[in-house]
């Protein structure tokens, strides 16, 4: 499987934008980028996807570079709430059944 | 729209006993998850499946088993439970984006 680095922890301001890295520099042409979040005592959610541009929802935007070897979660605004383990992982095509969480990033949100 | 739900949220369990935990996804998902969380770690996968009648393991599954009969249904039985099962469960559904359910605490004890 396809291998995610991302930083153990990073801290971030109230209100401010915050970005998360993400390295996969083996990913393949087939496999799209998925970031979980899992806030305490709770279980994963879904984040946002994408496979080669650039993608906004309500939640987070996320940035593809050019050669998909790494990306960037983009939180626009911190809110405590925001405050959680940020998961990286790379997917097979929309029908694969891969799923394989790493270790995260633990995102700390400072008032 | 209940999602995928998980049953029970605790329980505590003797060595040696067994239990079945319960998870029924209703957006008709081919695809089911089960992984463990030990605290402070990651999720590790216990057991997958792509469809209604096929299972496969995960990167943890001894002292597992599951089935799956039906698409909404995807038990995971622990048979002679261990204290090192004391762990959270969480039980996920996809097709592209995976939902969780909110898991299930077991202690064994």
């Known amino acids: 499987d396809a291998k995610t680095t991302q930083p153990n922890s990073m801290e971030s301001n109230e209100e401010e934008p915050v970005h998360l890295p993400c390295n996969h520099s083996?990913?393949?042409?087939?496999?799209?980028i998925h970031w979980y979040r899992q806030l305490p005592s709770q279980g994963p959610e879904y984040v946002i996807h994408?496979?080669?541009s650039n993608v906004n929802n309500r939640m987070a935007s996320l940035a593809i570079a050019e050669d998909r070897k790494s990306s960037t979660l983009i939180l626009h605004r911190a809110t405590l709430r925001d405050a959680a383990v940020y998961y990286c992982?790379?997917?097979?095509?929309?029908?694969?059944?891969?799923?394989?969480f790493g270790k995260g990033t633990k995102l700390s949100v400072i008032p | 729209n209940a999602g995928v739900t998980q049953t029970p949220k605790f329980r505590i369990l003797k060595i040696g006993q067994s239990m079945t935990l319960q998870c029924t996804q209703d957006?008709?998902?081919?695809?089911m998850y089960w992984y463990r969380q030990d605290p402070g770690m990651g999720l590790k996968l216990i057991y997958y499946?792509?469809?209604?009648?096929?299972?496969d393991k995960g990167e943890v599954p001894n002292g597992y088993n599951v089935s799956r009969s039906t698409t909404e249904d995807f038990p995971l039985r622990l048979e002679l439970a261990a204290p090192s099962q004391t762990s959270v469960y969480f039980c996920?559904?996809?097709?592209?984006?995976?939902?969780f359910g909110q898991g299930t605490r077991l202690t064994v004890v």
């Open positions: 994408g496979l080669t």
């Open positions: 499946s792509v469809g209604a009648g096929i299972t």
């Open positions: 083996t990913i393949s042409g087939t496999d799209y």
């Open positions: 957006m008709n998902h081919n695809y």
């Open positions: 992982i790379l997917r097979g095509s929309a029908g694969s059944y891969q799923l394989t």
């Open positions: 996920a559904s996809s097709y592209s984006e995976a939902f």
